[in-house]
């Protein structure tokens, strides 16, 4: 049973760090592309950052220089470094998990993912 659980949310003021983390269990992780998706009240769910079947990343681009997105393929754990975060970023982070073989580079499309995990609560008071 394909498992993603997230931890790492809280509450920081703006400028601020945090650091996510996405454990993942019950599939073989390095066979599958990860990204992180949000959720901001009254909006749609969007793409974060997301990860390649070769190493390479893509970010969206209201993220891109502030967010880093890596894994720890011993660990089969994703992370989020999440600086210099603005109240715009205040959301639910949600991890999501797909096989890389139907599509090896990186995705920011939530219909192309099959597991997700339940969030985590990130907000930034300005």
Known sequence: QVQLVESGGGSVQAGGSLRLSCAASGYT???Y???WFR?????????????????GTK???????????SQDNAKNTLYLQ???LQSEDTAVYSCA????????AASLEKSHF???????????SS
């Open 29 to 31: 992780y390095s066979g």
């Open 33 to 35: 592309c990860m990204a």
């Open 39 to 55: 959720q901001a009240p009254g909006k749609e769910r969007e793409g974060v950052a997301a990860t390649a079947r070769d190493g």
């Open 59 to 69: 970010y969206a681009d209201s993220v891109q220089g502030r967010f880093t997105i």
């Open 82 to 84: 999440m600086n210099s």
């Open 97 to 104: 998990a797909r096989p890389c073989w139907m599509l090896p």
């Open 114 to 124: 099959t597991y997700w995990g339940q969030g985590t609560q990130v907000t930034v």
